[in-house]
């Protein structure tokens, strides 16, 4: 067999394990979410304590695992130059240089924001689950609503702690930086951590006026009665009623498919 005969193979189950629609291929993606899950929840707690060995290991196996899935994706690109420019390309690549850095440079505490980002790999796996279940299926709106606030508030988080861990003396682990900036986006402001330099005034100012019309809108979405989406043949109304006959706006007769329920 020729080096490219072997090559051509190997594209080939990588090509079913990312693509396909196989139970292994489904479990492979489902594993790479678990992934996704563990090195975040990894990334918040190793944020809290100063680096060690153990975890200097876990950043190199970490580092390891997000290369080999970078690189099996960038070979199975029909346009391979241009992967790299795609966004999560990018947040990856950010990833990996970040848990690399230690050994280059300086460990930089802003590259802890990018590892936060790895949450939007997450959604890789929503065909598969609104396929598995009609439970995901029923409310995907709102679970994708939770996710993007989730990360909303984790990256928010993240950029808190990293200006003003080593200013503010009230904020000396990631779940202070995590309260501050849910009084700050929910408006309840306690006051008992408050920003005293002026790099944090800042950054309160654009947490209060960009973020609260967006944790507002993200919490609205999660909490408001269940629609579903099935545009109008007549008017174009995209958001009907689960049990919907009628087209609210026009009144045409809807034929919303169902699923015998």
Known sequence: MTAHAETGGLRSRLRELYYGQSDAARRFRFALLAFDVATVVFFIVSSMIEPVAAIIVADIAIAAVLALDYGARMSLANRPWIFPLRFTSVVDGIVIFSLMAPFLIDNLAFLRVARMLRLLRSYHVAADLRKRWRWFRRNEEIITSAVNLTIFVFVVTAVVFVVEGNRNPNINNYFDAL????????????????????????????????GVS?????IQTIFRPAKLNFPCPACGLQRHETDAVHCKHCGRLLKIPTEGE
């Open 179 to 210: 309260y501050f900036t849910v009084t700050t986006l929910t408006t309840t402001g306690f006051g008992d951590i408050t920003m005293t330099d002026t790099a944090g005034r800042i950054l309160a100012v654009v947490i209060m006026v960009f």
């Open 214 to 218: 967006l944790f507002l809108r993200l």
